[in-house]
Nanobody, 120 residues
Framework: QVHLVESGGGLVQAGGSLTLSCAVS????????MGWYRQAPGKQREVVAG???????HYADSVKGRFTISRDNAKNTMALQMNSLKPEDTAVYYC??????????????WGQGTQVTVSS
């Protein structure tokens, strides 16, 4: 079983910054990709940013230039630096990891989510 624990959410004024962190533990032998998703009330979950094992990154158009995703392969952690936050960034943010367990089965796990609220 794989466990993901997010931290760093909170309340911030528009224009402010927050850093989200995600720590991965448990039975995962190899992580191929990690990512951040978010879900605002009444909306579908959407991808925010992703990073591969080789540190290739991709971002949603709405966050390009403001958010930066990073990962530490040695520590199995991931972070999302969020700058110039806007009220429309308000959502529950989820950490996701995809990879392979030691038994060879594919793993696709989610964290419990952390609330980010940006006030205007």
């Amino acid at each position: 079983q794989v466990h993901l624990v997010e931290s760093g959410g909170g309340l911030v004024q528009a224009g402010g910054s927050l850093t989200l962190s995600c720590a991965v533990s448990g039975n995962i032998f190899s992580i191929s990709a990690m990512g951040w998703y978010r879900q605002a009330p009444g909306k579908q979950r959407e991808v925010v940013a992703g990073v591969t094992y080789g540190n290739q990154t991709h971002y949603a158009d709405s966050v390009k230039g403001r958010f930066t995703i990073s990962r530490d392969n040695a520590k199995n952690t991931m972070a999302l630096q969020m700058n110039s936050l806007k009220p429309e960034d308000t959502a529950v943010y989820y950490c996701n990891v995809r990879g392979w367990a030691s038994a060879g089965n594919f793993v696709d796990s989610w964290g419990q989510g952390t609330q980010v609220t940006v006030s205007s």
